[in-house]
C-alpha cells in the first residue's frame, strides 16, 4: 500500500463517520481489569438488549481499551453525552439503556462515583478525577476499538509516521525528539532524544529497536493499559524511532503476565502488516520495519536493558557491566534502542505537533505527561496521566478522592521496589524526575502506592527486600549475599530482636549494595530501606532492644 | 598505535587504547583484588572486587570490564573501595559454609589469600549456613557447593575453552548453584569431557581432585592462559 | 584405527588436549558482551572422543555435545507435535528457545524432563544451558502445578490491603503453603508479584480467572467448590 491508499482509507473512515448512521456510542471498557470485573458479559448483554429494542442501527457498541478508574469497574460510556456508569453488571443494563436512549436522562445513581460523591457529575469529563487530567500517551485508550486499526487510523493514527517518512530526514525526527526534551518514561529519565542520536550515530547495517514492555514492578499497570488500550500507538512509535536510527527490526519484550496485551499486540502488527504500515517498503518508501513479539518469562531483573537484550537471545536474564552501552553493542552486539512502552506511545503525538508544543507542558526539566497507576489505599484507583510537575497532592486528593475510610495519609510509594517513600510533610512535591531523587525515591515506572497509619513502615521496607532478594539475578556478590543480608536483618527488627549494631550493619550494607551492584536492580533495590530510614527512623528505633549496644570498631 | 596518557594512583602512564583498567595495572604492578576474573576466559565483572573510582564518572566501575580512555583518572585504593573490598569478602564467607582448617585448598585458596590481603579478622555478618551438597559421583574429581564462590570460572572455562558446556548455573538470587547438565549428578554427566580444567580454574577448594591429602592441592590457574595463547600460536 | 585411538588417549592424558580437537572460540579480548556460543554444528563435526573415566574405563567413546535422549516421546502426542511446530517455526534458533519453552510449557503445564531433552537436542544446545535457562525464569516449573491453581497476587497494592491474611488463610484451611501442591495433585498455590491488576486488590487468580477485591473466606469458598466439583 502507498500513501495515497493509506488517504483514501482514512478519509473513507472518516466520512463514514461523519455521516455516521450511529446517533450513540457506548464505549464498553475491555481493559484487563475490567475484563476480571466482568465487562465481557456486559457487553454480549448490552448488545443483546439494544437489538432487542431494534436499535442496532442507532448505536454503536464499542469495546475499548482502559478508561482509568480501575477499581470502579466494569465502565460504560455514553458517547456524545460523555456519560459514565460504574459496576455495571447484566442486571441494571435494562434500566440504564432505556433511560439513556429512550428517556434521553441518565440514572445518577449508577454514574461514576456515585457512591463515594455528593453528587455525581453527569458529564464526566467535569468531574476533577479526568478535569485534572492531561491525557497524551492514553489519548486514544478508552475510545476506540484497540483491536481495530481503522478505529487508530480516524484519530489521526501513523499520521505521525507518514510525516516521518515523507516530510522528515532521520536527523529531523531525532531533532524533534530532542526538542520535546522528553525523558525515558522507563524510570531513570535518560534524555530519549539523547538515546537515539547516540544509536544513530553508530554506523552499522544491522540495527535493532527494542521496546520494553517488561513492566515488573509490583503495583504499575500503565504499560499494561497502553498496550491493551492502543497497541497501534507503540506499534508507530517503534517504527519512528527505527526510521530515525536507520534500524529495520524491532522487538517488543512483553510480560508473560499480561497475555491480553501480547493477544492485542500481536493482532496489532498483523493489521499494519496488512495495511503496509509495516514490513517491507512502507507505504512505498525505501524504509522497510519489521517487529517481534518475545515474551517474557517472569524476572523482574528484566527490565534491565541488558538483562532484557540477554532474554531476547534466549538465555538468563543476567545483566552485563556497562560500558559497552547497548547503543554501541546490544542485541547481538549490534546497537540497539531500548525504550520504554510509554515513551514510544508519546512519540507520535510529538511528531505531529512539533517537540516545541510537548515542551511546553510539565515543567522546565521534566517536559511532558506521565501517566501514575494509583494504587492502595486510595478511594480511586485506576490509570491517570497527568503534567509533570503536578503536586503529589492534587494527585491523591484531588483526582484520587482521599484516602480510603477519611484515613489520614502516611506515606506514598512510587517507583515500586527501586523507588521509596514520600511522607505525608511532602505531600505538596512536584512530581518531576529530580524532586522525587531528591526526596530517596524515583519516579520509576509510575507505580504511586497510597498508605496510611495502618501500612508499617518497616515492613514495607522487608517487604520490598524480598521482592529484590528473590528476583536477584545472583550474577554479582552484592545484589545476590548483600539483599539476602538485608532481608535478614529487617526481619530481625521486624520480629522485635535487632539491636543497634543491626541496624548501623543495615545502613552500611545498604549504601554498599547501592554502590557496587553490577546493575540497576541492585543499585536501587535499598532504596526503599534508605527512604524509609530517612523519613521514619523512629519506626526502626522504636523496635530495637538494645540501644547501648554498639559496634567496638 | 598510539600510547594515550592515563593516571592510576596519582601515578603517570602511557599505555596502548583497547586495554582493560585491570590489565593496564597489572602491567604496572598496581595490585587489584579479583575473584572471577581468570586470564583466559571472558570477564562478566561480578565479583565487584576490582571496583575502582574514576574521576568523572560517579559509579564505581570494574576494572576487567572498562577499557581505559585518554586522559582517564583511576583511583584504585581510596578508604570507600577498601571498605567495600572487606564487606564483599565477608559476604563471600558468610554465604556459603567456608572452613579453611579442613579445606584441601587450605593455604593455596584465593578466597583465603583475599581474606588476608583486605585485613579481614572475622566476619560481621551472621553465616547463612545454606544447605550444600557435595557430589562425588565423578571417578577423579569432587565439587563441593559448600565452598563454592559462584565466580563461573569453572563455567566459563568448560564453554569458552573445552567447548563442552557441561558447567551452568541454575536458579537466581541466593539460591543459585553450579549444575551439570539436567542438574544432574557431575559422574552421570554426558557432556563432560573430564578434562580438569574446571579444576585449575576454581579459586577455592570447590573442585578438587581425588586422592589428594589436604593442604596438598595445587591449582594453576595460569595453564588457562597458557592453553588460549598456544592455540592462537597454532592458528 | 587403532592408532588413531592410541593417539587420542595420549592426549587426553595432558590438559592440552583441547588444542588438537577445538581451535580458538574464544579471543582474549573483551567481548564478554558478544552474545556467544559454540557453534552447535561445530561440536558434531568435531565429535569429541574421550576417555569417560566413570563408565567402562578404559573404553572410548564418540560423543556430541548434545545430550542423549532418554525416553522416546510419542511423536503423535499432539503436544510434541505441537513443539515441534514451533521449533520449526523458529528455524531451531537457539535465542528462541524462551519462546519455546513458553510452548512447551503451556501445553503441558509444566516442563516435564523427557521434553527438556527433546527440545535440547532438537536446538543442539548443552543441556545445563537449557536447564539454567528453566530455572532463572518464574514462568517456568520443573513440576506439576495441580490441577487447579489458586494464585494469590502479593504485589505492593495487593500486600498493601491485605494479600497476605488471604494466604494464611488459604494455608490454614488447606495446609499447602506457597509453591506447593497438594498430595493427590488437585490444588496448587503459588504466589504471583504482582499480575497488574492493582486497581483491583487484592486480586487473587483461580484458574485463571481473575478474583477482584478478594476476601479470605470467599477465597476458600471458591477453592471447596472447585476441588468438589471434580
Not at chain 1, 40 to 69: A, D, F, H, S, Y
Request: with cysteine; proline share 4%; net charge neutral.
Amino acid at each position: 500500500m502507498n500513501r495515497q491508499d493509506l488517504k483514501t482509507i482514512i478519509y473513507a473512515e472518516k466520512t463514514k463517520d461523519e455521516t455516521n448512521k450511529y446517533k450513540h456510542k457506548i464505549c464498553v471498557c475491555c481493559g484487563a481489569g475490567c475484563i476480571s470485573s466482568g465487562s465481557e458479559e456486559v457487553m454480549k448483554k448490552l448488545q443483546e438488549e439494544i437489538n432487542t429494542r431494534g436499535l442496532e442501527n442507532e448505536v454503536e457498541v464499542i469495546p475499548t481499551g482502559c478508561m482509568g478508574p480501575c477499581n470502579q469497574g466494569p465502565l460504560m460510556k455514553f458517547l456524545p453525552e460523555y456519560n459514565i456508569y460504574q459496576k455495571v453488571d447484566c442486571s441494571n443494563i435494562t434500566a440504564i439503556v432505556q433511560s439513556q436512549l429512550i428517556d434521553k436522562k441518565p440514572i445518577e445513581d449508577l454514574l461514576l462515583f456515585a457512591d463515594s460523591r455528593e453528587k455525581p457529575f453527569i458529564n464526566a469529563q467535569e468531574d476533577p478525577f479526568f478535569k485534572k487530567q492531561l491525557k497524551i500517551a492514553l489519548k486514544n485508550c478508552g475510545h476506540i476499538n484497540p483491536e481495530r486499526i481503522e478505529d487508530y487510523l480516524v484519530h489521526n493514527g501513523y499520521q505521525a509516521l507518514d510525516k516521518a517518512l515523507f516530510e522528515m530526514s532521520p536527523e529531523e525526527v531525532i531533532a524533534e525528539v530532542k526538542q520535546s526534551r522528553i525523558r525515558g518514561r522507563g524510570g531513570a529519565g535518560y534524555p530519549t532524544g539523547l538515546k537515539w542520536e547516540t544509536v544513530y550515530k553508530y554506523v552499522n547495517e544491522q540495527k535493532y529497536v527494542i521496546c520494553n514492555g517488561d513492566e515488573g514492578d509490583p503495583g504499575a499497570f500503565m504499560d499494561r493499559s497502553v498496550l491493551e488500550g492502543n497497541p497501534h500507538r507503540v506499534l508507530e512509535g517503534m517504527a519512528i524511532a527505527g526510521y530515525a536510527i536507520g534500524a529495520n527490526k524491532g522487538y517488543a519484550y512483553i510480560r508473560g503476565e499480561y497475555p491480553l496485551a501480547i493477544k492485542r499486540f500481536e493482532l496489532a502488527i498483523k493489521q499494519a502488516k496488512k495495511m503496509g504500515l509495516l514490513g517491507n517498503n512502507i507505504l512505498g518508501t525505501a524504509f522497510s520495519f519489521d517487529v517481534e513479539v518475545r515474551i517474557g518469562a517472569g524476572a523482574f531483573v528484566c527490565g534491565e536493558e541488558t538483562a532484557l537484550i540477554a532474554s531476547i537471545e534466549g538465555k538468563r536474564g543476567t545483566p552485563r557491566p556497562r560500558p559497552p552501552f547497548p547503543a554501541e553493542s546490544g542485541l547481538w552486539g549490534k546497537p540497539t534502542l531500548i525504550n520504554n512502552v510509554e515513551t514510544y506511545a508519546a512519540i507520535s503525538p510529538i511528531i505531529n505537533n512539533g517537540g516545541e508544543w510537548y515542551s511546553e507542558i510539565g515543567t522546565p526539566k521534566s517536559s511532558g505527561t506521565k501517566v501514575f497507576a494509583l494504587a492502595g489505599k486510595i478511594n480511586y484507583a485506576g490509570l491517570i496521566e497527568v503534567p509533570m510537575g503536578t503536586t503529589l497532592r492534587e494527585i491523591i486528593y484531588d483526582i484520587g478522592g482521599g484516602i480510603q475510610g477519611g484515613e489520614e495519609f502516611k506515606a506514598a510509594q512510587t517507583g515500586g521496589p527501586s523507588g521509596g517513600c514520600i511522607p505525608a510533610e511532602h505531600l505538596d512535591v512536584k512530581m518531576d524526575y529530580e524532586s522525587l531523587v531528591s526526596l530517596g525515591s524515583i519516579m520509576g515506572s509510575g507505580g504511586l502506592i497510597v498508605m496510611d497509619k495502618s501500612s508499617d513502615m518497616v515492613d514495607v521496607a522487608r517487604f520490598f527486600m524480598e521482592f529484590c532478594m528473590d528476583e536477584s539475578c545472583g550474577k554479582c556478590v552484592p545484589c545476590r549475599v548483600g539483599t539476602r543480608m538485608m532481608h535478614d536483618l529487617l526481619q530481625k527488627i521486624c520480629d522485635n530482636k535487632a539491636t543497634q549494631i543491626d541496624l548501623d550493619r543495615l545502613e552500611e550494607l545498604a549504601v554498599y549494595v547501592k554502590e557496587t551492584s553490577l546493575c540497576g536492580l541492585g543499585g536501587s533495590a535499598p532504596n526503599p530501606l534508605l527512604s524509609t530510614l530517612r523519613h521514619f527512623r523512629q519506626e526502626y528505633e522504636e523496635r530495637i532492644v538494645n540501644h547501648e549496644l554498639r559496634e567496638l570498631h | 598505535m598510539n600510547k594515550i596518557p592515563i593516571i592510576i594512583d596519582e601515578k603517570k602512564l602511557e599505555t596502548d587504547p583497547g586495554k582493560t583498567i585491570l590489565e593496564v595495572c597489572r602491567e604496572n604492578e598496581i595490585d587489584i583484588l579479583t575473584m572471577c576474573h581468570l586470564k583466559g576466559v571472558l570477564d562478566i565483572g561480578a565479583c565487584r572486587l576490582c571496583l575502582v573510582e574514576i574521576e568523572g564518572v560517579n559509579k564505581l566501575l570494574s576494572a576487567c570490564t572498562t577499557k581505559v580512555a585518554a586522559n582517564m583518572v583511576i583511583k584504585t585504593n581510596t578508604e570507600r573501595i577498601k571498605k567495600y573490598q572487606r564487606i564483599t569478602t565477608e559476604l563471600l564467607f558468610a554465604e556459603r559454609n567456608h572452613v579453611c582448617a579442613v579445606c584441601v585448598a587450605n593455604g593455596k585458596c584465593e578466597l583465603q589469600n583475599l581474606g588476608y590481603k583486605v585485613g579481614m579478622d572475622h566476619i560481621r555478618y551472621p553465616h547463612l549456613f545454606p544447605q550444600c551438597e557435595v557430589d562425588t559421583s565423578h571417578a577423579w574429581y569432587v565439587m563441593d557447593h559448600n565452598r563454592c564462590i559462584m565466580c563461573t570460572r569453572c563455567v566459563r572455562v568448560c564453554n569458552e575453552v573445552e567447548g563442552a558446556h557441561n558447567w551452568d548455573v541454575m536458579n537466581r538470587g541466593h539460591q543459585v548453584r553450579i549444575i551439570s547438565d539436567f542438574n544432574t549428578a557431575w559422574g552421570e554427566s554426558v557432556t563432560c569431557t573430564s578434562c580438569g580444567k574446571c579444576l585449575h580454574a576454581c579459586p577455592t577448594g570447590a573442585i578438587w581432585p581425588k586422592a589428594i591429602v589436604q593442604g596438598q592441592l595445587e591449582k594453576k590457574p595460569g595453564i588457562i592462559n597458557e592453553l588460549m595463547e598456544k592455540r592462537k600460536m597454532k592458528l | 584405527m587403532k592408532m588413531i585411538q592410541v593417539a587420542f588417549i595420549i592426549c587426553f592424558t595432558d590438559i592440552n588436549h583441547s588444542l588438537l580437537c577445538i581451535p580458538d572460540v574464544a579471543s582474549s579480548s573483551l567481548k564478554q558482551y558478544k552474545a556467544y556460543e559454540i557453534p552447535s554444528q561445530y561440536l558434531s563435526v568435531v565429535a569429541r572422543p574421550f576417555l569417560s573415566p566413570h563408565k567402562n574405563s578404559g573404553e572410548l567413546f564418540m560423543k556430541s555435545g548434545t545430550a542423549v535422549l532418554e525416553k522416546e516421546l510419542p511423536k503423535t502426542d499432539p503436544r510434541v507435535k505441537l513443539i515441534a511446530a514451533k521449533m520449526k517455526k523458529e528455524n531451531y534458533k537457539a535465542d528462541a528457545l524462551i519462546e519455546i519453552l513458553h510452548t512447551a510449557q503451556n501445553a503441558y503445564g509444566y516442563l516435564p524432563k523427557e521434553v527438556l531433552s527433546y527440545i535440547t537436542q532438537s536446538l543442539h544446545l548443552p543441556p545445563s544451558r537449557v536447564y539454567s535457562t528453566v530455572t532463572f525464569y518464574h514462568f517456568f516449573s520443573l513440576k506439576s502445578k495441580g490441577e487447579h491453581t489458586c494464585l494469590v497476587c502479593t504485589g505492593t497494592a495487593c500486600y498493601v490491603k491485605g494479600a497476605q491474611a488471604i494466604l494464611n488463610e488459604i494455608e490454614r484451611k488447606t495446609g499447602l503453603k506457597a509453591g506447593q501442591v497438594s498430595a493427590d495433585n488437585k490444588l496448587g498455590v503459588q504466589v504471583a508479584r504482582c499480575i497488574g491488576a492493582c486497581g483491583l486488590a487484592p486480586a487473587v487468580v483461580l484458574d485463571d480467572e481473575v478474583q477482584a477485591k478478594a476476601t479470605p473466606e470467599e477465597i476458600v469458598k471458591k477453592i471447596n467448590a472447585k476441588l468438589e466439583t471434580v
